[in-house]
């Protein structure tokens, strides 16, 4: 931590951590990604210049204490080429930065620049609080071009650019490699949901073990499924889905569960934050790619990518996911503010030093500058690149405002449901209440 970086005190958070990141992982994905320890108060400033021109922008972003080491290492390296610009920086875990962020928003005070998530970027623009960075694009202050993969599309809404993305993700099947080999079972891609039903049957009648974690509230999973059926989860304005496909979704996650291809929800649930896969419940589940980095760290297996099942054989409804930096309507920087965020999604020293701690580098030139040595992020880089090479990514329908509230519910409900706390109908009901109240609609 480099002294005079940080506003107000550090605290720790105890005994928290892992559970969650686990819980927020699962319901905001590459969004979420990587929960932290430590967090910082409040963070003032005023953001103005001094007497030499140099001006000060505030940075808020959320993750843990390595995230804010990588993090400070950056902004050295920005703040030596512009010597004129000084960072602020302040860092909380997921839930925190919000409730913190809300706050400051709703004051006129937010900082100048911040960590954001697709599911955030209707609902902030509706309260007049993001900055359409258009014009300095304009102005030549911030490049968007470079990006792979389509991925400069990714924070624009309505026509409006507000956000840029640092890093990318993708839904993949991560696996216990050992167990799928003894099952016998060879995920490829274009596999379809009736050869994952008969994969998760072989692995348990073969190996004694659950093929799958379970998908009551992977919200991205069943995303990429109703994207399969020309459909999706979210439109601009709202649910793109009926009570009736929830309903449908939910009552197979269940009898998969009764019939032991899923693991039991209860088990699951007793050993968090440990994942089932790792503690050697089920022998594979859903997550974002560059998660894969958690299962080697818990647990004693190797572990790998496999493919998204299909409904047809061809079309899986993946997309890239992206943490990406916006910037507050308020500040009164927007130039600076342009700079210090082409400098961190462009500059290879940025990703030799932030590596796939915010996903797979967005740009060429950082996605080439880093060369993963670790047989885990090589693993995530391929996965990526055949996504690409098999031209199966789509574009992402921006989510609409009160996106967040409908994500939280869906994964509450949907344990309930795990738990036994609600039937299918009940849950099913729930969640389109509390989601039409969210959206307005």
């Given at each position: 931590m480099r002294a005079g970086r940080w506003c107000g005190e550090v605290r720790t958070v105890v005994n928290g951590r892992n559970v969650e990141r686990r819980t927020i992982l699962k319901a905001a994905g590459a969004t979420a990604a990587t929960l932290g320890l430590a967090a910082t108060t409040g963070c003032g400033g005023d953001g103005g210049a001094s007497a030499d021109g140099t001006v000060t922008i505030r940075y808020a972003w959320w993750g843990a204490e390595d995230r804010a080491q990588r993090i400070n290492k950056t902004i050295a390296l920005f703040e030596k080429k512009y010597p004129k610009i000084k960072v602020k920086t302040d860092f909380q875990p997921y839930l925190d930065f919000w409730k913190k962020f809300n706050t400051q928003a709703?004051?006129?005070?937010?900082?100048?620049?911040?960590?954001?998530?697709?599911?955030?970027?209707?609902?902030?623009?509706?309260?007049?609080?993001?900055?359409?960075?258009?014009?300095?694009?304009?102005?030549?202050?911030?490049?968007?071009?470079?990006?792979?993969?389509?991925?400069?599309?990714f924070g624009e809404v309505d026509g409006k650019l507000l956000g840029v993305p640092v890093g990318s993700n993708s839904m993949s099947l991560v696996i216990d490699k050992p167990v799928y080999t003894r099952a016998g079972v060879k995920p490829e891609l274009g596999w379809t949901w009736d050869d994952f039903d008969a994969a998760m049957r072989r692995i348990r009648d073969r190996t004694g073990r659950a093929g799958d974690s379970g998908m009551y509230g992977v919200m991205y999973l069943y995303d990429l499924y109703l994207r399969q059926?020309?459909?999706?989860?979210?439109?601009?304005?709202?649910?793109?889905?009926?009570?009736?496909?929830?309903?449908?979704?939910?009552?197979?996650?269940?009898?998969?569960?009764?019939?032991?291809?899923?693991?039991?929800?209860?088990?699951?649930?007793?050993?968090?934050?440990?994942?089932?896969?790792?503690?050697?419940?089920?022998?594979?589940?859903?997550?974002?790619?560059?998660?894969?980095?958690?299962?080697?760290?818990?647990?004693?297996?190797?572990?790998?990518?496999?493919?998204?099942?299909?409904?047809?054989?061809?079309?899986?409804?993946?997309?890239?996911?992206?943490?990406?930096?916006s910037a507050s309507k308020r500040t009164r920087h927007p130039k600076e503010v342009a700079q210090f965020i082409d400098f961190m999604v462009h500059d290879p020293e940025v990703a030799k030093i932030m590596g796939y701690d915010r996903g797979v580098p967005a740009t060429q030139a950082q996605y080439d500058a880093?060369?993963?040595?670790?047989?885990?992020?090589?693993?995530?880089?391929?996965?990526?690149?055949?996504?690409?090479?098999?031209?199966?990514?789509?574009?992402?329908?921006?989510?609409?405002?009160?996106?967040?509230i409908c994500e939280s519910a869906f994964l509450r409900i949907a344990e309930e449901l795990a738990l036994g706390k609600r039937s299918v109908d009940e849950a099913v009901q729930q969640f389109f209440t509390e989601s039409k109240t969210a959206l307005g609609t």
């Open positions: 709703s004051g006129g005070n937010p900082p100048d620049v911040f960590q954001n998530a697709i599911g955030f970027l209707r609902k902030y623009d509706a309260k007049n609080v993001l900055l359409d960075l258009s014009e300095q694009v304009e102005a030549g202050n911030l490049r968007m071009d470079g990006f792979r993969a389509g991925l400069e599309k059926n020309g459909k999706a989860f979210f439109t601009e304005k709202g649910l793109g889905f009926t009570e009736s496909d929830l309903t449908d979704w939910w009552t197979k996650a269940e009898k998969g569960v009764k019939d032991g291809r899923y693991a039991d929800p209860k088990k699951v649930a007793q050993i968090k934050p440990k994942s089932a896969v790792s503690a050697e419940l089920a022998g594979s589940e859903f997550t974002w790619d560059n998660f894969t980095v958690r299962y080697t760290s818990e647990g004693k297996s190797e572990y790998g990518l496999a493919p998204i099942p299909t409904t047809d054989g061809k079309k899986t409804g993946q997309y890239l996911g992206s943490l990406m930096l880093y060369k993963p040595t670790d047989e885990v992020n090589k693993a995530i880089a391929a996965y990526e690149e055949s996504l690409v090479e098999a031209g199966v990514l789509e574009p992402i329908t921006p989510h609409p405002n009160g996106a967040d």
